[in-house]
């Protein structure tokens, strides 16, 4: 007789354990049913607080950083001089190759009556945090919805492009980077015009995918964007070709390895292009 | 109570850590990563309800600092929890080297529910392997700060209690 409450008491937890399990189900069957993910106004705040947060503890680790490199940069300040010097010869005479094509691309610009690429609206933001998952190549940035800043913008830094904004809050933005296991970059080769998907490797490189068998890739050929997936515009920097290779016999597409001209891992400053089609002037 | 406090203070500071102070130092897939020890600290120690509360938070804690879908830390936190708990109230009393493999163990199964729910199962082998051995060789730091945060606070709270006391 005794035993009996003993017994309800394990029924009724039997019970909470199975309604607890049906619940978890039911919740991950809705999460996986909802392709875009929403954030509700309480995560919302929860992750401007940790923006705020991380935003506060990054810039101690930026001014390491700082001396960290300052230090190096000493170290190979005499053999960086050398390079830099021919280097520099190289670019006037590429510089004057370009003051052309700028001149000719004006010209067609006003032809077209198209508005200058100056006229993107962009927002320049600090990187302060990363994701916790290390497969995942994602940073966040201090620029959110209060600075006109939405999903699938592209975000460029330094060298060329680096991702896109893949989630907003009010004050702070998650940047996947273009060597994300995720990402895919509508891409061409520059010299000619080669088209295919660049993909991250999830370390810190690209692979350019779909390009067939036999299309001439060369290592150091420039890989730009091509426009064609609607998010980035035709022709920001990607990459270099640093990796050619037949694949697998298999294999319907070249293996072709590309470095980013982004620096993904020095990056502190990035820029959000808020609005990059071109306008087109009404008759 | 006070186990609960430890486990979610020292949460919050490693997932802030992770994300701020680790911006680049990830090598490859790998990174420090003292979540999956806290978890096993606090099955070792905590009883079911208020351990699947706290894990929960720290899941949902989690999820603000990343990308991946949303519940699928607080679900690979709270199978870690359960097994290490199950094992403890149902088989054996842990030895501390035993509780470090269990870390170990539950690193592996954190790793793969993460791993398939954000679509990139395929890293498991190596990235998530050679992972889990990171976490095996700092669960007894992990365990060593637990204790002795936990262990100050108690302390705190008996001297906050003897001078009301006064």
């Known amino acids: 007789m005794a ?32 392709k875009t993910r929403v954030i509700l106004p309480a995560e919302m705040v929860l992750k401007d607080t940790n923006g705020r947060i991380q935003s506060f503890l990054s810039v101690p680790f930026s ?86 800043v939405k999903a699938d913008m592209p975000v460029l830094c330094q060298g060329g492009l680096l991702g896109r904004i893949i989630e907003t809050s009010m004050s702070y933005s998650k940047v996947m980077l273009l060597t994300d296991y995720h990402s895919r970059i509508g891409a061409i080769v520059q010299r000619n015009r080669a088209r295919g998907i660049l993909k991250g490797d999830g370390t810190r490189g690209c692979i350019l995918d779909y390009v067939k068998k036999g299309i001439d890739i060369q290592v150091g050929d420039t890989v730009i964007t091509s426009g064609l997936d609607g998010i980035f515009p035709k022709g920001l920097l990607l990459g270099k070709v640093k990796l050619v290779g037949p694949g697998d016999r298999s294999d319907l597409f070249q293996f072709i390895g590309v470095e980013p001209a982004a620096s993904i ?19 | 109570m006070k186990t609960i406090f430890v486990f979610l203070f020292l949460s919050y500071v490693s997932l802030l850590f992770e994300s701020t102070w680790c911006i680049f130092c990830n090598l490859y897939f790998l990174h420090i990563d003292p979540l999956p020890a806290l978890i096993c600290w606090l099955s070792l ?20 600092f990343s990308c991946l879908k949303f519940f699928l830390f607080p679900l690979a936190y709270l199978i870690g929890f359960f097994t290490v708990y199950f094992i403890r109230v149902n088989m054996l009393e842990l030895s501390k080297l035993q509780a470090y493999l269990i870390t170990g163990f539950i690193s592996i199964e954190i790793l793969v529910v993460q791993l398939a729910g ?25 365990f060593w700060a637990c204790n002795r945060c936990l262990a100050l606070l108690s302390d705190m709270v008996a001297r906050f209690r003897h001078e009301k006391g006064n």
């Open chain 2, 45 to 64: 120690k905590e009883d079911f309800w208020p351990g699947t509360l706290a894990v929960t938070i720290c899941g949902l804690m989690a999820c603000l």
């Open chain 1, 265 to 283: 891992e020095d990056t502190e400053e990035v820029l959000v292009l808020k609005s990059h089609l071109p306008k087109i002037k009404k008759q």
């Open chain 1, 63 to 148: 001014r390491l950083r700082l001396i960290w490199e300052a230090y190096i940069d000493l170290q190979n300040v005499k053999e960086e001089n050398q390079v830099l010097k021919a280097q520099l010869a190289q670019l006037e005479n590429e510089i004057t190759s370009y003051r052309e094509a700028l001149i000719e691309n004006r010209r067609l610009r006003q032809l077209l009556d198209i508005k200058n690429s100056s006229d993107w609206k962009t927002v320049v933001a600090r990187v302060i945090g990363t994701d916790i998952a290390p497969w995942r190549a994602v940073v966040t940035i201090d620029v959110g919805k209060r600075d006109g």
């Open chain 1, 3 to 34: 035993n009996q409450p003993q017994k309800k008491s394990r029924g009724i937890k039997k019970v909470l354990i199975v309604a607890t399990l049906l619940l978890l189900a039911g919740i991950l069957t809705l999460a996986a049913l909802t």
């Open chain 2, 118 to 142: 954000s679509g990139s199962p395929e890293l498991l082998w190596p990235w998530g392997l050679i992972q889990a051995v990171i976490n095996f060789v700092i669960a007894p730091v992990v």
